[in-house]
């Protein structure tokens, strides 16, 4: 993906076109590494406690059987 971006603004920057990228969280993720985006992060004490209590769907799903 990230070459895919890569060559497309190249071609774009030559014929003086716009490159959009459109889809999911994940390949716009992708995109913007490519652009040389910095990706925002949560801290470290976020990340620790992020979900801590929560059930994957798996496991809410299986806890009903």
């Not at 716009?18 to 990340?47: I, N, Q, T, W, Y």
């Amino acid at each position: 993906m990230t070459s895919g971006v890569s060559t497309a603004i190249k071609e774009a920057s030559v014929s003086g076109e716009v490159v959009v990228v459109c889809g999911s969280v994940f390949l716009m993720s992708e995109a913007r590494a490519a652009l040389g985006l910095d990706e925002p992060k949560d801290a470290s004490e976020v990340s620790e406690v992020l979900g801590a209590h929560l059930k994957t769907a798996q496991a809410s799903f299986e806890s009903k059987k």
